[in-house]
């Protein structure tokens, strides 16, 4: 997809600090596509790197710009270079887990949990603009089950079926988003909503203190 409107997007996210989009060549290429669903996980809209109007003038509205820069600075912070930490967190779900978190000069930037059960995965991750301002991005990837009997032929049972590579690529992701910033609010479609999360006990789950 080539375009004007596309040049003006480009234009307009590489001003907000969005680097990942490459050349502003007005091509609606992966480079674009992969910022624009970034964006739209972080925002809370569906994550298909589609462009409607309602995302197109929410990225345009100046009011949003302070925020977009924060998801740029996160989009943009080197987690490869950072200092990190492991641990595993068996025993604290049905097939254990484990914990990632990632510093930069001592300050915690990124916190990501893992953890396995029997028909699905979890997933918490934590980015951090500083200690009191942060999003936390909940996944939940559940397995696909046998449809019939049938399906299971090839697979030595239930579970070498389940978590098959062929059947863990068709793994259905459903996704929240939330912001703390003084108080927790969930995004969906740009908007701060109330939300009946509990962030301490999220942060319980992630520190292990439940």
Do not use: A
Not at 182 to 203: A, S
Request: with cysteine.
């Amino acid at each position: 997809m080539y375009g004007e409107d596309i040049i003006k997007l480009q234009h307009h996210l590489v001003g907000y600090g969005f680097n990942g989009i490459g050349e502003t060549d007005g091509y609606y290429g992966p480079l674009t596509e992969s910022v624009i669903k970034n964006i739209q996980c972080f925002l809370g809209f569906e994550q298909d790197g589609k462009i409607n109007k309602v995302l197109w003038d929410y990225l345009f509205n100046k009011s949003n710009e302070n925020l977009l820069k924060d998801i740029s600075t996160i989009l943009n912070y080197n987690i490869s270079g950072y200092t990190n930490e492991t641990e595993d967190r068996m025993g604290y779900s049905t097939e254990g887990g484990h914990i990632e978190r990632y510093f930069f000069n001592r300050i915690t930037r990124k916190i990501e949990l893992t953890l396995y059960g029997e028909i699905m995965q979890v997933h918490y991750y934590l980015f951090f603009i500083n200690e009191n301002y942060y999003f936390i991005i909940i996944e939940n990837h559940r397995y696909r089950l046998p449809e019939t009997d049938e399906k299971m032929v090839g697979y030595n049972g239930f579970y070498d079926f389940l978590y098959s590579e062929e059947n863990l690529q068709r793994t259905e992701i459903e996704y929240k988003t939330f912001i703390y910033r003084d108080k927790l609010f969930q995004i969906i479609n740009g908007d701060f909503l109330e939300t009946e999360y509990d962030l301490e006990r999220i942060l319980n789950i992630i520190n292990n203190t439940e």
